[in-house]
């Protein structure tokens, strides 16, 4: 993570000197996946995922994880049919990425050019030959070299193009907290429980989360993963990878007890238990409660909000616990093996490396994955700019799920999540469950 905090001050020294006006999205999220792999999927349809050009008439099939950024999605979808007279034929996925796509891998129908997270999963599908390597297009010539990693298969396929830099954070409404008479952020978890407290007493509903779906890997996990493990693993990574991990620790345990704790005491918004990040989303704009745990990749939406909004670091640390952050890539974008992977190539293209990626950049305000781009056109308020300032200042940084977790794991953290903060499973057992899933995969 350290190559990554490197480049992100690359890119505020690039960047940031320049004044841009403010508010103009695995979100990723996370739930079930099937148990078919992807080499009996490419035995199963090799046939199928022919390279023959497309003939004039083609028509891309594109599916998108862009349930906050559906305009400009579909507005990049037209801009492209006009540059180029290629239709389009947009989706938005849904679900989960993964969840998504496996079963239009094992049936031979996966979309021209798809959201894909980084990690195994995309992984697989280019080593089954199911997705292409984009090494050589002009959007990963211009990608960040310290993103490439996490997008590569381990033969060396770039399989994905990064949609941005990503971290999450705490969105908080800046007038409810002026009435609530706080006046300072909580920078450990024992001050983040007064926040809440205080929120409460006044008649807030003080914190809205998603465990429907994998916001809450996204949110909870992931930064409590930087807090409690990457804090004193510094090998963790590897250590997953390599099968030697244990998820069965109180370390891990922790990350569940402190969802367990919010819902425990009255702190969640009513229904977070089974929100999807939608739900969230306008639950926190609609001013029904204090704060939102998100990523980054919403500062655009929600600073189109009726109120002022602030951005804290998530006060996960325990007292003389050292702050950790998430910081990794944003969901990219990948190309499916067929007859139409030349024209998928240029809509990749378009929309990370050409006019399309600003379209894309300013609906969202996020942070630009590229090398280089004209900064004129790139949107991003001064809270976004100040809060990457702040990460930079922290050292412990730790990956999000889908770049390390297993498939069989990570799949199971939303519902995980709910059992533990219903009182179903305690804590201890939850990081139990991810044990017996790790070891059994």
Do not use: H
Not at 189 to 209: H, I, M, N, R, S
Not at 286 to 307: D, L, N, R, V, Y
């Amino acid at each position: 993570m350290n190559k990554i905090r490197k480049m992100v001050a690359a890119f505020l020294m690039m960047a940031m000197t320049t004044v841009l006006i403010g508010g103009c999205q695995s979100n990723s999220s996370g739930s079930g996946t099937s148990e078919q792999t992807t080499a009996e999927i490419s035995s199963q349809n090799q046939e199928a995922q022919t390279q023959e050009p497309a003939n004039d008439n083609t028509v891309l099939t594109v599916a998108l994880m862009s349930n906050d950024w559906l305009d400009a999605a579909e507005q990049i979808a037209n801009d492209f049919t006009a540059k180029y007279g290629i239709k389009v034929e947009y989706t938005p996925m849904p679900g989960e990425v993964e969840e998504y796509l496996q079963p239009k891998a094992a049936a031979g129908a996966l979309p021209d050019v798809m959201s894909i997270n980084a990690g195994s999963f995309g992984g697989d599908l280019a080593e089954n030959n199911l997705i292409i390597d984009l090494s050589e297009t002009d959007a990963a010539q211009n990608m960040l070299e310290s993103l490439k990693p996490v997008f590569t298969s381990e033969s060396g396929k770039l399989f994905g193009i990064a949609g941005g830099l990503s971290s999450t954070l705490i969105y908080y409404n800046k007038e409810i907290f002026a009435d609530a008479g706080i006046t300072k952020e909580p920078e450990n978890w024992e001050e983040f429980l007064e926040v809440c407290q205080t929120l409460k007493d006044k008649g807030y509903a003080p914190l809205a989360v998603a465990m429907g779906d994998g916001a809450i890997s996204n949110t909870a996990w992931s930064t409590g993963n930087a807090v409690e493990v990457a804090a004193v693993n510094p090998n963790y990574i590897s250590e997953i990878a390599d099968g030697s991990f244990r998820f069965d620790t109180p370390e891990q345990a922790r990350i569940f007890e402190r969802v367990k704790t919010l819902n425990d005491r009255g702190y969640l918004l009513t229904g977070s238990v089974s929100a999807m990040v939608t739900t969230l989303l306008d639950s926190f704009k609609q001013e029904k409660a204090a704060m939102c745990f998100q990523g980054i990749w919403m500062a655009g939406s929600f600073m189109e909000s009726p109120f002022e909004v602030g951005m804290m670091v998530p006060p996960w640390n325990m007292e003389g616990q050292k702050q950790g952050v998430v910081l990794g890539t944003e969901t990219g974008f990948a190309v499916a093996a067929g007859p139409n992977q030349d024209a998928a190539i240029k809509f990749v293209n378009y929309i990370a490396n050409e006019e399309g990626f600003y379209t894309y950049q300013q609906s969202r305000g996020s942070i630009p994955s590229l090398i280089n781009y004209d900064e004129s056109k790139v949107k991003m308020t001064d809270d976004v700019k100040e809060y990457v300032n702040r990460l930079l200042d922290i050292e412990i940084t730790g990956a999000y799920w889908f770049e390390i977790l297993p498939p069989s794991v990570y799949a199971r953290l939303p519902q995980t999540f709910q059992q533990v903060a219903t009182n179903e499973i305690t804590p201890e057992e939850a990081a139990q469950v991810l044990q017996d899933l790790y070891t059994a995969q």
